[in-house]
């Protein structure tokens, strides 16, 4: 049985969920209700910032290097 309702929920409903719940609701019109939400309030994470691709890509490097999560030579 397909789901009648979807709830994508991220951190701050800031930018994943509500991406992942248009994209949803692209792809399955009006079959299913779709809804995002946000589980904590609180400031902007790091990709909802805004600026150029370019600024973007430059502050997840910052981010993974900063918490060890990569190495960047």
């Known amino acids: ?5 979807v709830l994508f929920a991220c951190t701050l409903n800031a930018v994943r969920s509500p991406m992942a719940a248009a994209l ?10 779709v ?11 790091l990709l909802h910032k805004g600026g150029s691709s370019e600024d973007l890509i430059q502050r997840v490097r910052e981010h993974l290097v900063a918490n060890a999560l990569v190495s960047i030579s």
């Open 1 to 5: 049985m397909a789901p009648s309702n």
């Open 24 to 33: 949803m609701r692209h792809l399955a019109g009006e079959r299913i209700y």
């Open 35 to 45: 809804e995002s939400a946000g589980v904590r309030a609180g400031a902007l994470d």
